[in-house]
C-alpha cells in the first residue's frame, strides 16, 4: 500500500490526541483548534505535465511498457516532495507546484539505465524515490521538469551467503520486507529506524540512515559491503572483499549522495544471525547532564547495549519518550528516561544487562523497570504519527538532528535549543523544545530535537526562520548539519559551510563526470549554480 498522501503512513494508524495534550497545547502553547478545511486529494489543482510525448513513449520503452509509466494525478501528487513538516504543510494547502512529469517504475538495473539515457535525451531531471520519507527537501529538486523514479518494482533479495553472513538486496525493498526475507533464513538487518515501516534499502544507503538499535548493530552505512551504481555514463560496481586497501573507497562516495551521482540498483549488506532474546528496560537519571556522563561511559569502556538512549527533562515529562503514553502522569515523571535495549543470545544479553546496569547505577541512575523499555519498543514507530494527529489539531511539530565529539555535546545542546526558542518566541509563537540522544560512539553522539508550537499566521515562514537559525548554531557549536536525515535542500547550503570551498568542487567534479547533463536530483546535496 501506498503511504497517507497528505501525512505519514498508514491512515488506519491515526489516533486523535489525548485530551490533556490537546490542553496542554492550548494553555502552554496558545495552539488554536484549525478553521480551514482539510483538502481532499481530488481537490488539489494540479498542472499538466508539460513534456511531450516522444519523451513518454521512450520512457516506456525502457520499462518495458505504458503501465509502468504513470502519469494520473494520484500517482504525481503522491510522489511530491517528501515528509517534512513544511512539505505537508504545503500540500495539505493545495500547493503542488514540485510535482513530477510522470512516475516511472523500472524493474531491473537495465531498466534505470535506459531510463537515464531517454531522460537525457529529452532534458528531463530524475529523482530516484524510495519510501518518500525524506524530511530535508531530499526529493524536492531544483528543476520543473522530472520524473520520480520509483523503485518498488526493484524489490528483491538477489542473494545470501551464510557463511559470509552478507546478503544482495534491491533498493525498493522496503524494511520490513527485508526483515521477513532475511528471517526466514534466520538472519537479520537489524537496522530500526523511526522511518522503518515504510524506507527502503537504498534510501536508507542513499542518506547514510542510523537506526533505534544502532549501539549494537551499527549504523546503516556500517552494515554495506557493496552497492551498484545507474548513473548517465555507465555502471559502478563496488565491494568485492570486506576491507580493502585498493585506493579510497567508492562505497563511501555513493552512501550518503542521495540520489545526486546516480540511483543505487542493489546493496550488499552483512547480516547477523536472529536474536534469541530481546529485552529493553527503563533507567531515570536526575539530569540530561547526568544521563549523557553514564551514556558515554557505556558508549567509551562498555558493555554497550544494542539501544541505548536519553530524553532531556522536557521530553522525558510530557511522554516523548514513550509515545503511546504521551501525556499520562506528567506530575510523576520528573528527571531524565534513559532506554536500554539488549539482543542476543539467553547468555550474552543476560551478562551485558548486568554488566551494563552496574555502570548506570554507578553514574546515579536508577532502574524503573521493564515496562518503560517495552512500552518505547512497542511504539518506536509512532511519533511520526503524532505529528499528523498534532497538525490536525493545529499544532506545529518538527524535528531536527545533528552529531558531535562528547565534549561538544552541552554547548551544541544549549545552542540548538536557544535559537530554536528565541526565533519562534519572536515569531509569537513560543515554542517546547525536547531532545534525546538516540546515537552513541565512542568518541560522540547524536542530539534529535522535536520541536512543538502554534502553527501561528505562517508556519512554514516561520519553521524556516527557526530551522536556518538552529542550523548557524550547530555549524558555530561545532556539530554536523545531519547526523542521519540526510542533507536534500534544506541542509545544503550548511553542508557546503561544513564540506569547506575545495571539498565541494571536488563533489561537483565527480558529479560532472557521472552526471554531466546534471540530470540527477538537481539542487539536492550540491547547488545548481
Known sequence: MDMLWNGWGDPAKAAPLPDTVTGLLRDLLGVKPRTTPVLALQDIDLPAPTADQAAFKALARAVGGEEHVRTDAESRIRHTRGKSTPDLLRLRAGDASDVPQAVVLPATHDDVLAVLRACAAHGLAVVPFGGGTSVVGGLAPQRSTFVALDLRRMNGLLDLDPVSRLAVLQPGLRAPEAEALLAARGFTLGHFPQSFEWATIGGFAAARSSGQASAGYGRFDE????????????????????????????????????????????????????????????????????????????????????????????????????????????????????ITGYEGTAEDTAQRREQAAAVLRAAGGTLIGSEPGERWAHGRYSAPYLRDSLLDAGAFAETLETAAFWSRIPDLYAAVRTALTDTLTEAGTPPLVMCHISHVYENGASLYFTVVSAQGEDPVAHWTHAKHAANDAVLAAGGTITHHHGVGTDHRDWYVREAGALGVEALRAVKGRLDPEGLLNPGVLLPTD
Open 223 to 338: 552494515m554495506v559491503l557493496g552497492l551498484t551504481l545507474a548513473t548517465p555514463e555507465g555502471t559502478i560496481e563496488t565491494g568485492r572483499a570486506p576491507r580493502s586497501a585498493a585506493g579510497p573507497d567508492l562505497r563511501q562516495l555513493i552512501l550518503g549522495s542521495e540520489g545526486a551521482f546516480g540511483v543505487i540498483t542493489s546493496v550488499t549488506v552483512r547480516i547477523r544471525p536472529l536474536p534469541e532474546e530481546r529485552v529493553y528496560e527503563g533507567w531515570r537519571f536526575a539530569s540530561f547532564e547526568e544521563g549523557t556522563a553514564a551514556l558515554r561511559r557505556l558508549a567509551q569502556d562498555g558493555p554497550r547495549p544494542t539501544v541505548l538512549r536519553l530524553s532531556d527533562e522536557t521530553e522525558t515529562l510530557i511522554g516523548l519518550a514513550q509515545p503511546e503514553a504521551i501525556g499520562a502522569g506528567l506530575e510523576s515523571n520528573a528527571g531524565c528516561m534513559a
